[in-house]
């Protein structure tokens, strides 16, 4: 469908440039036919073209009407596509049409609201959406490459998923790289819990910027950049090669990003030697910074019994034994739940821990089920016995009785930890710039996963840093913000550090 309307051009404003209006697509709401449609369509544009006049020059919101509420946010789905949608106002009833704006690569769906497209479309009873379609990101590199002087390497890794990758070349292209990795995927918003739109970055007037993504971690891809820009403006050159990857889909576990880049060629020929990934903000004077991970551990226990009727004492049931794997688990969640609030010195990364998340069985009240099932999510410590471990989750469910099996989801099986002392001379430069800076670093394991593990399993040591101090943990939360202050002084602490990694001299594992 999208592309049948293609190449319409919509004047807006006298002299100014013409803003692509296509590919667009109308549809009823009623749909009869494709003929139906498509006549429907070139109706509307016509309608649109004769019915918006220019606005004078220099007034991009002329129709900006603060009573339409713009609603935005993310389809579901495995490729989520962001939106921003108006209701029509003052429906009269019958079959309107609905409106899909596309824009041109220099655009966004905001340009729509800020034009007051959106907004005009809902006061004259159009149900419409604006789409901001996969590749912005990419774009948005591109053109950060163009002018940075930066070589830029697009490489698709699945279908749709693309890293991008920016490079400023080192003057010892011998030398292994640094690798300076984000990822431009967010999660959702619930729009009406926040205090401001979460896709406007507005500051308030102590300077906090709200926005989603504004510490997880979009501050840190815009702090990489800046930081190489500045190094670059004041004439620097540096031994290492710097890479900055931005990768697509972290945040739904990697698995078309990172996971796949660090399969291939394009990773290969990279020759990172260490790598900066994110952090977390900290609340306090102190940094957090990251040297290794727990493991992501997802099973399904399934348990099988008699069935029968509801009324009568039924002998070896599926609920019964699922019951027993529960507690089982349950009483090792406690213990380490126990060994963590015991022992001041601990972290929470240092534990395992497990969460029931999710139970499912039965049709009836009155129906005994045969099969019933619970999901768990471990996150397993970098320091546990991994065989053993499994072998224990095989025994709670041997020991609940016959028909009780285990399947995991997800089991991630490569911890690896990148040493936090000075033997590890990508620590010791890391370490010293901040020292130098007075920044007091508090390092842990984190508690759950990033794309770093992938970096970790291929050989490459790397750090979660995100340079957020004195911020209140807000990732993934409404109102996620930072404050303008904490953003800058990260640029600065970037600045300082991209020349002491870079500079690292040639270490026995480079060659
Ligand atoms: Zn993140």
Request: hydrophobic content about 40%; glycine content about 6%.
């Given at each position: 469908m999208v592309g049948a309307l293609c190449g319409c051009w919509f004047r807006l404003g006298g002299a100014r440039p013409l803003i692509p209006f296509g590919p667009t697509v109308v549809q009823t709401s009623m749909s009869r036919s494709q003929v139906a449609l498509l006549g429907l369509g070139l109706l509307l544009i016509f309608l649109l073209y004769v019915g918006l006049p220019g606005p004078p020059e220099q007034n991009s919101w002329l129709w900006g009407d603060p009573n339409v509420t713009v609603l935005a946010g993310l389809t579901p789905g495995n490729s989520p596509i962001f939106y921003r949608e108006v209701l029509p106002q003052g429906s009269s009833g019958g079959t309107r049409v609905e409106v899909v704006l596309l824009h041109g690569k220099a655009f966004n769906s905001h340009t729509w609201e800020q034009l007051g497209t959106l907004q005009l479309l809902s006061q004259r009873g159009y149900r419409a959406v604006a789409l901001d379609l996969p590749g912005a990101a990419v774009a948005f590199f591109e053109e950060r490459a163009r002018q940075l002087g930066l070589g830029c390497q697009k490489v698709e890794v699945a279908p749709g998923y693309v890293v991008t990758v920016l490079t400023w070349p080192g003057t010892n292209p011998a030398l292994p790289s640094i690798l300076l990795n984000s990822h431009t995927d967010v999660v959702p918003v619930f729009k009406e819990h926040w205090s401001h739109d979460p896709f406007e970055a507005f500051k308030d007037s102590e300077g906090y910027i709200y926005a989603r993504g504004a510490q997880d971690m979009k501050c840190v891809s815009i702090q990489y950049l800046e930081a190489v820009r500045r190094l670059k403006v004041e004439g620097h050159r540096f031994p290492r090669t710097i890479h900055m990857t931005f990768v697509p889909d972290e945040e739904v576990g990697g698995h078309q990003g990172m996971e796949l880049f660090v399969q291939r060629p394009e990773f290969q020929a990279l020759r990172a030697g260490f790598a900066l990934d994110e952090g977390i903000a900290n609340p306090t004077d102190a940094f957090t910074v990251f040297y290794s991970e727990r493991s992501p551990w997802?099973?399904?226990?399934?348990?099988?019994?008699?069935?029968?009727?509801?009324?009568?004492?039924?002998?070896?049931?599926?609920?019964?034994?699922?019951?027993?794997?529960?507690?089982?688990?349950?009483?090792?969640?406690?213990?380490?739940?126990?060994?963590?609030?015991?022992?001041?010195?601990?972290?929470?990364?240092?534990?395992?821990?497990?969460?029931?998340?999710?139970?499912?069985?039965?049709?009836?009240?009155?129906?005994?089920?045969?099969?019933?099932?619970?999901?768990?999510?471990?996150?397993?410590?970098?320091?546990?016995?991994?065989?053993?471990?499994?072998?224990?989750?095989?025994?709670?469910?041997?020991?609940?009785?016959?028909?009780?099996?285990?399947?995991?989801?997800?089991?991630?099986?490569?911890?690896?930890?990148?040493?936090?002392?000075d033997s590890n001379p990508w620590w010791a430069a890391f370490s010293r710039v901040c020292k130098d800076m007075n920044l007091s670093l508090e390092p842990e394991i984190m508690p759950a996963a990033t794309d770093s593990r992938f970096i970790r399993a291929v050989g490459v040591p790397a750090l979660g840093f995100s340079p957020l101090n004195r911020t209140p943990v807000l990732l993934h939360d409404h109102d996620e913000r930072l404050h303008e202050a904490v953003f800058l002084r990260g640029v600065d602490i970037y600045t300082r550090l991209l020349p002491a990694l870079a500079s690292v001299p040639a270490l026995p594992s480079d060659s």
């Open positions: 997802w099973v399904r226990v399934t348990s099988t019994g008699r069935p029968g009727h509801g009324s009568l004492f039924i002998e070896d049931t599926a609920a019964e034994k699922l019951h027993k794997v529960v507690s089982s688990i349950l009483a090792f969640r406690e213990k380490e739940w126990q060994r963590l609030q015991s022992n001041p010195h601990l972290k929470e990364g240092a534990v395992t821990s497990v969460n029931l998340t999710k139970l499912e069985g039965g049709v009836a009240y009155n129906v005994v089920p045969a099969t019933m099932s619970a999901s768990f999510d471990f996150r397993v410590a970098p320091d546990v016995d991994f065989k053993a471990f499994e072998e224990q989750l095989q025994s709670w469910c041997q020991a609940a009785g016959e028909g009780v099996t285990l399947e995991f989801a997800q089991k991630w099986m490569h911890p690896q930890v990148t040493p936090t002392d």
